[in-house]
């Protein structure tokens, strides 16, 4: 089994900061692709940041150079700081994983149960 627990939303005037972790537990043999997604209300779950496991990351543009993706090999975390938020950031913020419990397993898409950030005045 596989968990994963992300902290780290909240309420947050325009302008300021928030920093988004996730953590993986269980049965873990490597972790892939370790990406953060978001999804507002009425609309579709996107993809905001994902980064490889040699240290690449993408953005979706509308984030390019507020957030920085970032992960922890050794700790199995990943986390997103999100700087200069807006009120369009305003989402629930779910990580994803892809990862192989064990060497002989092609590798799962896992995710976290969501945490809410509002940017609001």
């Known amino acids: 089994q596989v968990q994963l627990v992300e902290s780290g939303g909240d309420l947050v005037q325009p302008g300021g900061s928030l920093r988004l972790s996730c953590a993986a537990s269980g049965s873990i043999f490597s972790i892939l692709a370790m990406n953060w997604y978001r999804q507002a209300p009425g609309k579709e779950r996107e993809m905001v940041a994902t980064i490889a496991p040699d240290g690449t990351t993408n953005y979706v543009d509308s984030v390019k150079g507020r957030f920085t993706i970032s992960r922890d090999t050794a700790k199995n975390t990943v986390s997103l700081q999100m700087n200069s938020l807006k009120p369009e950031d305003t989402a629930v913020y779910y990580c994803?994983?892809?990862?192989?419990?064990?060497?002989?397993?092609?590798?799962?898409?896992?995710w976290g149960q969501g945490t809410q950030v509002t940017v609001s005045s």
């Open positions: 994803n994983l892809m990862i192989k419990p064990t060497r002989w397993d092609y590798p799962y898409a896992y």
